[in-house]
T-cell receptor, first 116, second 111 residues
Framework: KAGVTQTPRYLIKTRGQQVTLSCSPISGHRSVSWYQQTPGQGLQFLFEYFSETQRNKGNFPGRFSGRQFSNSRSEMNVSTLELGDSALYLC???????????????FGPGTRLTVL | GENVEQHPSTLSVQEGDSAVIKCTYSDSASNYFPWYKQELGKGPQLIIDIRSNVGEKKDQRIAVTLNKTAKHFSLHITETQPEDSAVYFCAGLGSNYQLIWGAGTKLIIKP
């Protein structure tokens, strides 16, 4: 079956702009999580959506937001972009039957965001 | 706060030799420890995981060991091959049931 897809793959924005990233999970997966990946920092958890509801949130400012649609596709939005927002943004989908993160997460290839 | 420390940040081994990556965690309640492999241009992919009720788990050339008393767990790759070159991440389950990730280890397999 098809894997997790993310669009766009690359994005260049300037400070102060906003951006929307999209993620389509594996068919049947209702949980979508978003991560920010920067060199040397590993993956930082942004938030998780399950059945259109935000179930968990990481320690990111309110400029970072997301939503999930009835078909489980998810979007994340970053407003008022800062230089430090430059990163690879990954989304992962899972069955999440247990409600925690012990179900395998399947990652997309990511969206590379560059803020100039 | 909760965190997972991973060492080394870069590991270079000769093809055919073994590689060991180590992680320590701060949350004693963590009971799930996955390892992910990220190849260039791709997202991370789960390669093996271990839960707190076992001390070791193997899958062909890879194995993970867990020492809950010392709060550390390790990934072992034997008979390394060129396709093992990638960035490896360890993670632990935090108190909010979300994964807390190590900073990653870049594994280089020298021919």
């Amino acid at each position: 079956k098809a894997g997790v897809t993310q669009t766009p793959r690359y994005l260049i924005k300037t400070r102060g702009q906003q951006v929307t990233l999209s993620c389509s999970p594996i068919s049947g997966h209702r949980s979508v999580s978003w991560y920010q990946q920067t060199p040397g920092q590993g993956l930082q958890f942004l938030f998780e959506y399950f059945s259109e509801t935000q179930r968990n949130k990481g320690n990111f400012p309110g400029r970072f937001s997301g939503r999930q649609f009835s078909n489980s596709r998810s979007e994340m939005n970053v407003s008022t972009l800062e230089l430090g927002d430059s990163a690879l943004y990954l989304c992962a989908s899972s069955l999440s039957l247990t409600g925690d993160s012990t179900d395998t997460q399947y990652f997309g290839p990511g969206t590379r965001l560059t803020v100039l | 706060g909760e965190n997972v420390e991973q060492h080394p940040s870069t590991l270079s081994v000769q093809e055919g030799d073994s590689a060991v990556i180590k992680c320590t965690y701060s949350d004693s309640a963590s009971n799930y420890f996955p390892w992910y492999k990220q190849e260039l241009g791709k997202g991370p992919q789960l390669i093996i995981d271990i839960r707190s009720n076992v001390g070791e788990k193997k899958d062909q050339r890879i194995a993970v060991t867990l020492n809950k008393t010392a709060k550390h767990f390790s990934l072992h790759i034997t008979e390394t091959q060129p396709e093992d070159s990638a960035v490896y991440f360890c993670a632990g389950l935090g108190s909010n049931y979300q994964l807390i990730w190590g900073a990653g280890t870049k594994l280089i397999i020298k021919p």
